[in-house]
């Protein structure tokens, strides 16, 4: 199993960025597939939407309506669209996958290495 983030970087508030992660050793249609990132001194966050009234328990309501998940399963990715970026948004975003009714970080058993999203003000 292999999970490989893409497409971090550094970007001004109000700016946009797509994350991919390309999965291997499995198909994502499988399994949950979601986003988290942690930024320095705090906990894991799930920022997993599905769309605009998702409320998973990784899909908090300070990213809910600017960061869309999607899955594309003919390529076996998985993206993070993020939109109107904002500082609080800095941190490393890993790429997760867990088995059916994964919640909270630690119900996700791969991980990615992360891409690091950096924005200033």
């Known amino acids: 199993v292999q999970l490989v983030e893409s497409g971090g970087g550094a970007v001004q508030a109000g700016g946009s960025l797509r994350l991919s992660c390309a999965a291997s050793?499995?198909?994502?249609?499988?399994?949950?597939m979601a986003w988290f990132r942690q930024a320095p001194g705090k906990e894991r966050e799930g920022v997993s939407c599905?769309?605009?009234?998702?409320?998973?328990?990784y899909c908090p309501p300070s990213v809910r309506g600017r960061f869309i998940t999607s899955l594309d399963s003919a390529k076996n990715t998985v993206y993070l669209q993020m939109t109107n970026l904002q500082p609080e948004d800095t941190a490393v975003y890993f790429c997760v996958r867990g088995v059916l009714g994964a919640t909270v970080a630690s119900d996700f058993e791969y991980w990615g290495r992360g891409t690091q999203v950096s924005v200033s003000s």
């Open positions: 599905m769309n605009t009234y998702d409320t998973a328990p």
């Open positions: 050793g499995f198909h994502i249609d499988d399994y949950v």
